[in-house]
């Protein structure tokens, strides 16, 4: 039994759209989530701030393996509730897991604004909102370039865990292949569609940070 190069292409391209469907949509997702949870970190309540970093030490200390399962499986054998599309569910899991990740690159870069920026602003006559989005926004967000730039490529690559619960992406349509034509070259000929994902995000955020580069030092 033989498989054509180009079916090959066909079926990781078929792959891809599912993989490029969870990546744009769990990073779409993932970015207002994370900016929430990084509002209640720092939260002035304290049981909130406590129940937040419970949450993310629950989600940073599991295999997001296991939380795509979890969103999956659980409602209903638990509560006997219809489990979620597929899909629905890799993208629900993978966006609250990288939501905390990025909350945690949010807090960091918020935090490393000097509080004397803050207080200059007042005396300025500025209002608090205008104070984070014309002084403290742009700044911050150059300095959460690099590490959302590395966790970004991290989500691109994980999408592939979602073939844990059969969702027809890049990885488990090169194993199916593989397992049916017994092909190798098809391993790494899917790695060469992430590279060129992977590749596109990094450019893309080299460029925004080049753009933001006046805000150095």
Not at 33 to 50: A, D, E, H, M, P
Not at 79 to 106: C, D, G, H, K, Q
């Given at each position: 039994?033989?498989?054509?190069?180009l079916?090959?292409t066909?079926k990781l391209?078929s792959?891809?759209g599912?993989?490029?469907?969870i990546?744009?949509i769990?990073?779409?997702?993932s970015?207002?989530l994370?900016?929430?949870f990084t509002?209640f970190?720092?939260s002035?309540n304290?049981?909130?701030q406590?129940?937040?970093?419970?949450?993310?030490?629950?989600?940073?200390?599991?295999p997001?393996?296991?939380q795509?399962?979890v969103?999956?499986?659980?409602?209903?054998?638990?509560?006997?509730?219809?489990?979620?599309?597929?899909?629905?569910?890799a993208?629900?899991?993978?966006?609250i897991n990288?939501a905390?990740?990025?909350?945690?690159?949010?807090r960091a870069?918020?935090?490393?604004i000097s509080?004397g920026?803050k207080?200059?602003?007042?005396?300025?006559?500025?209002?608090?909102m205008?104070?984070?989005?014309?002084?403290?926004l742009?700044q911050?967000?150059?300095k959460?370039?690099?590490p959302m730039t590395?966790?970004?490529?991290?989500?691109?690559k994980d999408t592939a865990l979602a073939r844990i619960?059969a969702?027809?992406?890049?990885?488990?349509?090169?194993?199916?292949?593989?397992?049916?034509?017994?092909?190798?070259?098809?391993?790494f000929?899917?790695?060469?569609f992430y590279l060129?994902?992977?590749?596109?995000?990094?450019?893309?955020?080299?460029?925004l940070?080049k753009k933001?580069?006046y805000?150095e030092?």
């Amino acid at each position: 039994m033989s498989i054509s190069f180009l079916d090959v292409t066909l079926k990781l391209l078929s792959g891809l759209g599912n993989t490029l469907l969870i990546f744009l949509i769990s990073f779409s997702i993932s970015i207002p989530l994370g900016v929430l949870f990084t509002r209640f970190s720092l939260s002035k309540n304290k049981v909130l701030q406590k129940v937040m970093q419970v949450f993310i030490w629950v989600i940073r200390g599991t295999p997001l393996m296991l939380q795509i399962m979890v969103v999956f499986y659980v409602p209903g054998l638990l509560f006997n509730l219809p489990s979620l599309p597929r899909i629905i569910a890799a993208i629900l899991a993978i966006s609250i897991n990288y939501a905390v990740y990025f909350s945690e690159i949010f807090r960091a870069g918020y935090q490393s604004i000097s509080k004397g920026q803050k207080e200059a602003g007042f005396v300025l006559g500025l209002s608090r909102m205008e104070i984070f989005f014309k002084i403290h926004l742009l700044q911050i967000i150059k300095k959460i370039i690099p590490p959302m730039t590395n966790e970004t490529i991290s989500l691109v690559k994980d999408t592939a865990l979602a073939r844990i619960i059969a969702v027809n992406e890049v990885m488990l349509a090169a194993d199916k292949i593989v397992g049916t034509y017994a092909i190798v070259y098809v391993l790494f000929y899917s790695a060469i569609f992430y590279l060129l994902v992977v590749g596109i995000i990094s450019l893309l955020f080299k460029m925004l940070e080049k753009k933001l580069s006046y805000f150095e030092g």
